[in-house]
């Protein structure tokens, strides 16, 4: 995204690759761990060692450990774009991955996706290595991603149609979660119909639909206006607050994370690294973007990223 | 204010509908005038009435091909033909562009012998397939669907490869692997291609009717025309050009219906945002 000259080329996971790949379904358990896949032509080994299951942390949802992601260019320089990723993120935490553009929080993130391979280290759902992408983790992707040819309903329901789930129980399905976004009477637009504000509800609804086990969100609100991101952002609390999902939210906007996270990861620029975790308390909310806290935690993550007060 | 506001809405609301009416209304003239100044030269005696008939010996002479039933037949028969070739054509080409744009090897086979086959005009093989399959209705069916493949293969084959990567990776989050794929995301997100494609094949089948129906046929627009050419009958050959003028326009016409009507987001994201839901973009090929 960041840097397209960069990953035109590479062939991580391209739309046409994993879906032939042999993608296993979420049954490796105590399978050894292997490499997950070549990266540029070139196998990778995974970091071994006396690392097996659990041993990060049993509770966790999702365990990261010295994951790294190396890009490489046409010239067949490489370029890491994450580096020495440790991290453990609970079942119900809303994450904002903070960082400034170009830090790798995307790739971090199409990593946890599986959309991209790790260059190195482990990287665990529920104890699985991920190895592809898979509907027990909804993306919310920062460009209208709604597939213009189906109707909203039918986009919500798309998950569920590949499910093998019933017409009725899509049916009924999208109507609930239509609701859910706060768009109730739209299920038979298409999505050039919409508005930006609406095409990035729905994509959540979308996401949400085959109750995925974690949410992943790269910076779904960044096209929008102020007004409407801030609005989006009121509703997005609202729909972690009844569903309890797991978010894992990237942004560069300091203000978006303090006002969403119950825990920021502030990455380093470039290659990206964690130079803050911080976990913001829960008996601040609502975060007015006026109160002493607020700016008091405005400051440190400035800091922490780099830009000392100034977005 | 306000005021001005409403009649400044009303106007522009009115004169909108005033110009879309008018806009057939001038359509119906031009043709009008075209017809009666060509009624005026042919009937001058500048110009020997034999080679340009007038429109009203057209009008007339097609009204009697019509009574006895000829024109139809020579109608039906090339409809008959055209759909044929067009269905095999498309059919062939819409397979072998998915097969080759999702499997890289059979591209890699394939693809010279396909640029070297696209890059010979269809037309010259007319008197090939003339040879091979004579002249009846095989070579004809032959030649459609060969002039048919080439815009849909390639067209298919561009879409099928470049599917979005965004629409991929969401579809692939979601679950979508394998045939499902296919069918559930690449082949619609290859749709605007595949329309754009088809839509020029219309073109090349009846290019491909009339040259394989000038050859020789029992009945048909083509055969009409060439027959005409041969009995003198100038006004015989100009019913057979305004049918095939009129088919061709029909057939674009029905198409950009069943697209609005089936189709209805194909092309409307751009015309959505200038304010105008008009299918005219389809017309210059956007894709």
Redesign the interface.
Known sequence: MKFPFLTAKTKDFPGSEFERSNCPRRDNEGQAIVPIRSVGGKRIEAAEGTLHRGSLDAGALIECRELAHVYHTRLGEEIAAVRDITLSIDAGEFVCLLGPSGCGKTTLLNMVAGFLAPSAGKLRLNGDDIRCPAPDRGVVFQDYSLFPWLTVEANIAYGLLMAGVSAKRRKAAATELLELVGLPHIGAQYPFELSGGMKQRVAIARALATDPAVLLMDEPFAALDAMTRESLQRQLLDIWARTRKTVLFVTHNIGEAIFLASRVIVLSARPGRIVEDIRLPENFRPRKRTSPEFNRLYERLAKAIGVEGTE | MSIALIFKGFFAHTLRELLSRHAFRLGALGLLSFAILWEIVSRSGWINPVMLPAPSVIARSSVELAANGELQQHVLNSLWRAFLGFAIGSILGLLLGVAMA?LPRLHSLLNPLVQIFRAIPSLAFVPLAIFWFGIGETSKVILIAFGVFFPVWVNTYLGARD?N??????????????W??LV??IL??A?PFIIAGTRIALGSALVLLVASELTGAQFGVGYLIQMSQQVFRVDHMFVGLITLGLLGFLFDYLFVCGLRKF???YG??NN?ANGTRRMDGLKSGQD
């Open positions: 999702r599917t990567p965004l629409f991929s990776r969401a579809a692939a989050s979601l679950g979508a692997r394998g499902r794929m559930f995301l619609p997100a749709l189709l209805p987001w409307a994201e959505h």
